[in-house]
């Protein structure tokens, strides 16, 4: 699955660049999670970076966007394939 970020977002500025797929940034209120470039770290590491970063714990799973960990990695390889080109 996704993930996404909730209201309890401090705006602390952590998980933006920890994110390797540039999938985070500022939304009009708090961070925001751009789905189509979010893999969980499928491809880089083990944990979602993001979330071991978040002092608050406001990073969660998306249940409202379902991906299987197949599904985020090939979505890894496409992001890859992109900024290759």
């Known amino acids: 699955m996704s993930l996404k970020i909730t209201e309890d977002?401090?705006?602390?500025?952590?998980?933006?660049?920890?994110?390797?797929?540039?999938?985070?940034?500022?939304?009009?209120?708090?961070?925001?999670?751009?789905?189509?470039?979010?893999?969980?770290?499928?491809?880089?590491?083990?944990?979602?970076?993001?979330?071991e970063v978040c002092p608050v714990e406001c990073i969660i799973v998306d249940p409202a966007h379902p991906e299987s960990r197949e599904q985020l990695f090939a979505k890894y390889q496409a992001l890859i394939a992109k900024n290759a080109a």
């Open 9 to 51: 977002c401090i705006n602390c500025d952590v998980c933006e660049p920890a994110c390797p797929n540039t999938a985070i940034s500022m939304g009009a209120d708090i961070y925001e999670i751009a789905l189509s470039r979010c893999t969980e770290c499928v491809g880089h590491f083990d944990t979602p970076q993001c979330v």
